[in-house]
């Protein structure tokens, strides 16, 4: 049977309930303690304990599939968690929770003293009941939870049984506004007030300024619980204090004394809650202010809650309808995964896909910081990741919502596009910068690209230029710039470059389609020539495991390089071809390889054996690791046995950035893509059933499952920082769940199954490079300019060899400065001689020239430095060569990454050049600087600063070397990437900024 775990008691089968049916307490009794008076006066102890966020380990999620209502509720250890309004990233809720007492001689709190078990109420999986136990057997609490299609409120129906004379209460722990406050920082505090005409427990927070500068969407916010009879009792106070109605109902079981008011900190409301009947109805209620909140959850508790929950159903019935057939046996799984990718989109930003509606460890995350000196916006997983969104979009492809995949493909061309091309890390919901925005990933800037083709958008004149703008920056920083997929290191990626590669090839259609034939050359080139040295970059012949196989990443560019770097999150160095992980399947899923490729074929038992783990649920793969045990990752929940270095084990990630790495159900559905193409479909099926199996009871898809032996739970008031939550094998981990990519995988590959296929995979790329072989190669040499030529002139001649008669496109990327790409075409002569003069920006630019005849291809890549001022200099100072010392007392650091000389400034300037001021700094020398096998490397990121309004739209402010974009630094990013390479003839860093 599945195990719920209890936070703060022990792990007990959810399946156990008592033998012996309770009875529903009589009406009677429900009502026999009477009103102590109306609540008065302000309540003692602000601000209140340290406010956190909550459990990411959702036990249900939902929303109304209307747009018109706003609110999206989660459950997470049996009790009501984050509720998102009115966007989905905006919590407003740590935990509304019930408490039973006798008056007497106990009080129980949900979370401290009973188990729970959960199943859905219809077929959309979206809505809730959990049955709470109490584990001295005196009582059963049923809630069931839904959303109401017509407002922005949540409904829940709650049910008492248990011997006569049982009190049941609420307690609401409130976030309102997405910070909690309390504690000694007091960021983003709540007032709290008990509504005298109502007994509404009303919290509010109308403060919209947080560390999350570009949130402009952000709105006053109140909160109203009402139930469907007036609270005979309620009180307002402040959390771990003696105005805490929990306090109060331990220390005495009444609700004696009441406050009204409960101003400005971490705030609870308590309610005694009338259950005449056995039953009561609750709603909470939001609005832009107190009185509209109040009208809100009053409005939906007049309501039968099952005619809530008939309308709520109904809407994702017809939602459901729409939505391609599962086969027989797993509808009910198909559809809940196809209903929470759904569900996981903003109802006020089309399109904009959250990565998962809980923030991972949030237990453990701190809601009353003021980072910079203004309130917490602590978004995380509730923000839209360009990569993430592919995946839901997959989903969404295969099981036949075209309308929000395309939704999903405008949302990232018309919002969160940054104007050179790239596509962020991640971003808000209004597309722009959140404050963990960081980095580069160029498969995050190639999947918009398959996804505008394989969405039926490449026709589409207003995304073209975009879609342009995004393949240019990957042919000018491919195949190696930014992280991989898993944001720690940098390096030649078989996962990474195969997404540029199908973007690549699906810009070449589109480029067509547009008439840009130039273009289009140079795209398919590029990606013929990432798919021809894939091997050479990523396959070892000198690793540990087998004679060849793919490693997650080369450095260098060379799998055989001895090479060590440390895997993160407080894991082990290790030899970088010891590092293995799945991400060599992306090249057969999408395409680029076929399944029965010999290095694939070779990999596959690698990967097993290495990272592959058997758990009670089935087969399971870590993101990445070594034949050493424990050296699996250390993004999770603290193992100590792992050696990484945490302690104690349990420990959330968060509270150290170290932990141990777990098993994660989505990469055992990459894995059974594979055995699909390998007509395995048995196997697959196994490993589907191994998704299922690390689901929740409500069929919830973690991030991450717990494979270690169980952990009980930390005691109750545990410091939440260091507490266990408690796991058991096979079943869900802390950090993140749902996670939308793995419901994506979950329900694309219920239907893949049934289609013996991979149904996502993009039939243009498999059509280039697998079902007629792949194109043959021309022979291609440029012979003027050298590569790394410097030069003072604003153009150059570019010439070259072909084969006779072939087309050429020949793009131009100004890399430092961000200008557009520049493309020129041609056509060899008889002889196969080729010649044309390109502009160039100032700085570096990287000229790639494509040739084409037939189907086969030449590719080849130079840089050009153009020291052409683009304006005029108004300030230009030389200095001598060295005095890196200073006035004498400056000391290099011991590491061997610095040595004398590598940061003496011999030149500044200050360039005008209209619309734009360079900062130009040109350096000695840097080489070799932090371990890069490059001839130069700037590394200048930690002295800038992003982002920098300009007069149409937000441009960055980033320090860049000449020959590439140097990385800003970013903190508490989701997972962390190491800086970039760079190089050039000479270190020459220039910045940019508009006016």
Not at 11 to 28: C, D, E, F, I
Request: glycine fraction near 10%.
């Amino acid at each position: 049977m599945k195990a719920t775990v209890v936070f703060g008691s022990t792990v007990l089968a959810s399946g156990v309930l008592l033998a012996t049916v309770l009875p529903a307490a009589p009406a009677a009794a429900a009502a026999t303690s009477t009103s102590v008076g109306p609540p008065g006066g302000t309540a003692p102890g602000a601000p209140g304990a340290l406010s956190h966020f909550d459990l990411a380990r959702k036990d249900c999620v939902g929303t109304a599939v209307e747009r018109s209502s706003k609110v999206w509720y989660t459950v997470a250890g049996g009790v009501l968690s984050d509720v998102y309004n009115p966007t989905v990233d905006n919590t407003n809720v740590q935990t509304m929770q019930f408490l039973v007492t006798d008056g007497h001689t106990f009080t129980d709190l949900q979370t401290r003293d009973t188990t729970y078990s959960v199943r859905t109420l219809d077929d959309s999986g979206l809505s809730c009941e959990v049955t709470s136990t109490a584990r001295s057997g005196r009582y059963r609490i049923v809630a069931r939870y839904v959303t109401d299609p017509r407002r922005d409120a949540v409904v829940v129906q709650v049910h008492l049984s248990g011997r006569p004379g049982l009190a049941l209460y609420v307690r609401l722990d409130p976030s309102v506004n997405g910070n909690g406050g309390g504690g000694a920082d007091n960021g983003g505090a709540d007032d709290a007030t008990v509504d005298p005409t109502t007994t509404a427990l009303v919290s509010s927070d109308t403060n919209t300024v947080t560390n999350a500068a570009n949130r402009d969407y952000a709105v006053p916010t109140a909160m109203a619980l009402r139930a469907d009879r007036p609270f005979p009792v309620a009180s307002s106070g402040y959390a771990g204090t003696a105005s805490d109605g929990l306090a109060q109902l331990d220390a005495t079981h009444t609700l004696a004394t009441t406050y009204r008011d409960a101003p400005h900190g971490n705030v609870v409301q308590t309610a005694r809650v009338d259950l005449r009947g056995g039953n009561a109805t609750l709603a909470l209620g939001f609005g832009r202010d107190a009185a509209s909140a109040v009208a809100t959850a009053g409005a939906a508790t007049r309501v039968p809650f099952q005619a809530t929950l008939d309308r709520f159903a109904d809407g994702w019935r017809a939602y459901d309808a729409t939505l391609h057939h599962p086969p027989a046996g797993l509808e009910r799984a198909y559809r809940l995964s196809a209903n929470v990718v759904k569900a996981s989109e903003d109802k006020t930003f089309p399109g904009a896909i959250v990565a998962s509606v809980a923030s991972p460890w949030g237990q453990a995350v701190s809601a009353g910081a003021t980072p910079n000196g203004k309130p917490v916006y602590f978004g995380s997983y509730r923000e839209v990741f360009s990569r993430d969104l592919y995946e839901a979009y997959t989903g969404l492809l295969v099981d036949g919502d075209l309308a929000t995949a395309r939704d999903t493909v405008r949302f990232l061309f018309l919002r969160q596009q940054l104007a050179d091309g790239r596509f962020p890390r991640n971003s808000l919901l209004n597309g722009k910068t959140a404050p963990d925005t960081g980095g580069d990933q160029l498969d995050e800037s190639s999947y918009p690209i398959l996804m505008a083709w394989q969405a039926g958008l490449a026709g589409d004149d207003t995304l073209w230029p975009h879609i342009k703008a995004a393949a240019d920056f990957v042919v000018s920083h491919g195949p190696s710039f930014g992280s991989e997929r898993w944001e720690e290191q940098s390096g030649y990626s078989p996962s990474t470059i195969a997404a540029e590669i199908a973007g690549l090839v699906a810009a070449g259609a589109t480029a067509d389609r547009h008439g840009d034939h130039a273009s289009a050359i140079v795209y398919r080139a590029t990606a013929d020539q990432f798919q021809r040295s894939i091997k050479g970059w990523t396959v070892t012949t000198s690793g540990p495991y087998a004679a060849r196989y793919f490693i997650r990443l080369s450095k260098t560019g060379d799998p055989n390089a001895a090479i060590s770097y440390g895997l993160g999150n407080g894991g082990p160095t290790a030899d970088q071809r010891s590092i293995v992980d799945g991400g060599f399947q992306e090249l057969t899923r999408l395409g680029e390889l076929p399944a029965d490729d010999p290095d694939v074929l070779a990999s596959l038992p690698v990967l097993d054996r290495v990272i592959g783990r058997e758990t009670p649920s089935g087969q399971g793969f870590y993101r990445y690791g070594t034949d050493l045990a424990g050296t699996e990752d250390g993004y999770g929940d603290c193992f100590e046995p792992d050696p990484t270095d945490c302690s104690p084990s349990g420990q959330p990630w968060p509270t150290t950035n170290t932990g141990s790495g777990h098993l994660w159900p989505v990469l055992s559905g990459e894995r059974a893509e594979e055995l699909l193409q390998a007509h395995d479909r048995a196997g697959a099926a196994r490993l589907l059933q191994a998704m299922r199996a690390y689901a929740t009871d409500a069929g919830l898809v973690p991030e991450q499952d717990w494979e270690d032996p169980d952990l009980p739970a930390s005691p109750f008031g545990t410091a939440p920082e260091t507490a266990s939550i408690g796991y058991v094998t096979g079943e869900a981990a802390g950090s993140a769940t749902p996670l939308t990519w793995a419901q994506a995988q979950e329900l694309r590959l219920i239907l893949s199954i049934a289609a013996g296929r991979p149904l996502e995979q993009p039939q243009l790329v498999r059509d280039r490079y697998v079902a007629g072989g792949p194109p043959g190669r021309l022979p291609l040499t440029v012979d003027t300019p050298a590569d790394g030529t410097v030069t003072g002139a604003s153009t150059v001649h570019v010439a070259g060899t072909t084969a006779p008669g072939a087309k050429l496109g020949i793009s131009t990327a100004p890399t430092d400065v961000g200008s557009p790409t520049t493309t020129q075409s041609a056509t060899a002569d008889g002889a196969g001689h080729f010649a044309v003069d390109v502009a160039l920006g100032f700085g570096t630019n990287a000229i790639t020239v494509g040739a084409e005849l037939g189907k086969a291809t030449g590719y080849a890549r130079l840089t050009v430095v153009s020291t052409a001022l683009p304006g005029t200099a108004i300030l230009d100072v030389t200095d001598p060569d060295g005095d890196d010392n200073g006035p004498g007392t400056y000391a290099y650091p011991t590491s061997d990454n610095f040595h004398a000389g590598a940061f003496d400034i011999e030149r500044f300037q200050v360039i005008d050049a209209g619309d734009r001021v360079f900062l130009r700094a040109q350096l000695r020398d840097l080489t070799p600087t932090f371990g890069s096998p490059l001839r130069n490397c700037s590394t200048c990121s930690s002295a800038t600063r992003r982002p920098v309004r300009s007069r149409r739209r937000r441009r960055s402010h980033r320090a860049t070397s000449s020959s590439g974009r140097i990385r800003r630094g970013r903190a508490g990013s989701r997972r962390r990437a190491s800086p970039t390479r760079c190089s050039s003839t000479r270190p020459t860093v220039h910045w940019g900024r508009s006016r």
